[in-house]
C-alpha cells in the first residue's frame, strides 16, 4: 500500500499546475530533502522542470475525489478543488492531511525520468487519516484501524469473508439444522483471526483471496466484534462448500439479521460493480467508498 499524493507548482506564467502521485521519498534530514519523480513524456514535465519550487501534498482519506480529479489530463482542475499558495508560493490542496511545501534543490536525469529534489522550506500535518492506495483501489486507513481495533477489543472476535466463486456466494453448513453461515471463525471457541480462517478455508479446499475490508461492526445483543472481507474463491474439492446464486440466496437458512443485512447491501453493491466498507454496529454505522 502507498499513500496519495498531489504534486503542485506555478508555472512561469504563475498558473497552478498539479499531478497525482502515489509515493515521494524523503532523502535527507539534514538538510531536509525529498524527492520526486516525472516521466519525460508528461505534460506538465516542463513546467516542474522549471519552477523554483513544488509542494506534495498527503491527500486525507476523505479525498479520493481529488485524487482522481489530478490524475486526469483536465486542464481545469484547480478550478474544482480548493487550494491556497503555500509559505514558499507552491499551491496547497486545503483539507490535505499533510504538506511540504519546498524549493528546488537539484533536478537530475533519470533515463525516462527526471527526478525534482526539493528543500523543505515549510510543513504542516493534521490528526486526519491518509488516503491509501493499494491493489487498484483506493483504502482508508481509518476504517482498517477500526478492524485492528475490534481484533484488540476485550470482546470476542468474528472473522469472516464474503467470497465469490464462479459469481456466486460461497456458504458453509454450520451446527444449527440446515443452517448455513459464511466462512468465518471465532463463534465458538477462541475468538477469529485472519489466520484461523485461511486455516478454515483450506482445510474445506477453499483456496481464497481475501481483498478489501466489506464491514467492520459490533453486534450489541452478543457483544462480538465483527470483521468480514470480500474475495474470490477456488474450490479444490467437492463437500462441504455450498454455492448459492446472487438472486436466490437462502435467506431463511443464514444465522442472524447482522449476517442477512450484510449481504443484501453486497449484493446491491455487486450490481453496481462499487463496493464500500460498512464501520458501527449491526444496526447503524457508517458506509465509505474505498475504491
Given at each position: 500500500?502507498?499513500?496519495?499524493?498531489?504534486?503542485?507548482?506555478?508555472?512561469?506564467?504563475?498558473?497552478?499546475?498539479?499531478?497525482?502521485?502515489?509515493?515521494?521519498?524523503?532523502?535527507?534530514?539534514?538538510?531536509?530533502?525529498?524527492?520526486?519523480?516525472?516521466?519525460?513524456?508528461?505534460?506538465?514535465?516542463?513546467?516542474?522542470?522549471?519552477?523554483?519550487?513544488?509542494?506534495?501534498?498527503?491527500?486525507?482519506?476523505?479525498?479520493?475525489?481529488?485524487?482522481?480529479?489530478?490524475?486526469?489530463?483536465?486542464?481545469?482542475?484547480?478550478?474544482?478543488?480548493?487550494?491556497?499558495?503555500?509559505?514558499?508560493?507552491?499551491?496547497?490542496?486545503?483539507?490535505?492531511?499533510?504538506?511540504?511545501?519546498?524549493?528546488?534543490?537539484?533536478?537530475?536525469?533519470?533515463?525516462?525520468?527526471?527526478?525534482?529534489?526539493?528543500?523543505?522550506?515549510?510543513?504542516?500535518?493534521?490528526?486526519?487519516?491518509?488516503?491509501?492506495?493499494?491493489?487498484?483501489?483506493?483504502?482508508?486507513?481509518?476504517?482498517?484501524?477500526?478492524?485492528?481495533?475490534?481484533?484488540?477489543?476485550?470482546?470476542?472476535?468474528?472473522?469472516?469473508?464474503?467470497?465469490?466463486?464462479?459469481?456466486?456466494?460461497?456458504?458453509?453448513?454450520?451446527?444449527?439444522?440446515?443452517?448455513?453461515?459464511?466462512?468465518?471463525?471465532?463463534?465458538?471457541?477462541?475468538?477469529?483471526?485472519?489466520?484461523?480462517?485461511?486455516?478454515?478455508?483450506?482445510?474445506?479446499?477453499?483456496?481464497?483471496?481475501?481483498?478489501?475490508?466489506?464491514?467492520?461492526?459490533?453486534?450489541?445483543?452478543?457483544?462480538?466484534q465483527c470483521i468480514y472481507y470480500r474475495g474470490e474463491a477456488l474450490l479444490h474439492a467437492r463437500g462441504r462448500p455450498v454455492l448459492a446464486s446472487f438472486d436466490d440466496?437462502?435467506?431463511?437458512?443464514?444465522?442472524?439479521?447482522?449476517?442477512?443485512?450484510?449481504?443484501?447491501?453486497?449484493?446491491?453493491?455487486?450490481?453496481?460493480?462499487?463496493?464500500?466498507?460498512?464501520?458501527?454496529?449491526?444496526?447503524?454505522?457508517?458506509?465509505?467508498?474505498?475504491?
Amino acid at each position: 500500500m502507498t499513500g496519495v499524493t498531489i504534486v503542485t507548482t506555478s508555472g512561469a506564467d504563475g498558473q497552478p499546475r498539479g499531478f497525482t502521485a502515489n509515493s515521494f521519498t524523503s532523502l535527507s534530514i539534514e538538510p531536509p530533502l525529498l524527492l520526486i519523480c516525472i516521466g519525460k513524456g508528461a505534460a506538465s514535465r516542463e513546467v516542474f522542470e522549471s519552477a523554483r519550487g513544488f509542494a506534495v501534498n498527503i491527500l486525507s482519506e476523505h479525498q479520493k475525489d481529488t485524487s482522481v480529479l489530478f490524475a486526469s489530463k483536465r486542464p481545469d482542475k484547480f478550478q474544482h478543488t480548493t487550494w491556497r499558495p503555500g509559505p514558499f508560493g507552491n499551491p496547497l490542496i486545503d483539507s490535505a492531511a499533510a504538506w511540504f511545501d519546498c524549493a528546488r534543490h537539484q533536478v537530475i536525469d533519470a533515463g525516462d525520468h527526471i527526478i525534482l529534489i526539493g528543500h523543505i522550506e515549510a510543513f504542516s500535518y493534521t490528526d486526519a487519516n491518509p488516503l491509501g492506495y493499494a491493489r487498484g483501489g483506493y483504502i482508508t486507513l481509518g476504517l482498517e484501524q477500526a478492524a485492528v481495533n475490534a481484533a484488540s477489543s476485550a470482546s470476542r472476535t468474528i472473522v469472516g469473508a464474503i467470497l465469490e466463486s464462479d459469481n456466486r456466494l460461497v456458504l458453509l453448513p454450520d451446527h444449527r439444522p440446515n443452517g448455513l453461515s459464511l466462512p468465518e471463525v471465532g463463534r465458538s471457541g477462541s475468538s477469529g483471526s485472519a489466520s484461523r480462517l485461511h486455516a478454515l478455508l483450506a482445510q474445506d479446499g477453499i483456496d481464497a483471496t481475501l481483498g478489501f475490508l466489506f464491514a467492520v461492526f459490533e453486534n450489541p445483543g452478543s457483544g462480538e466484534q465483527c470483521i468480514y472481507y470480500r474475495g474470490e474463491a477456488l474450490l479444490h474439492a467437492r463437500g462441504r462448500p455450498v454455492l448459492a446464486s446472487f438472486d436466490d440466496i437462502p435467506w431463511d437458512r443464514l444465522p442472524d439479521e447482522a449476517t442477512r443485512s450484510m449481504l443484501r447491501r453486497y449484493a446491491a453493491e455487486r450490481k453496481l460493480g462499487r463496493f464500500k466498507v460498512y464501520s458501527g454496529d449491526h444496526r447503524q454505522g457508517t458506509v465509505k467508498a474505498v475504491e
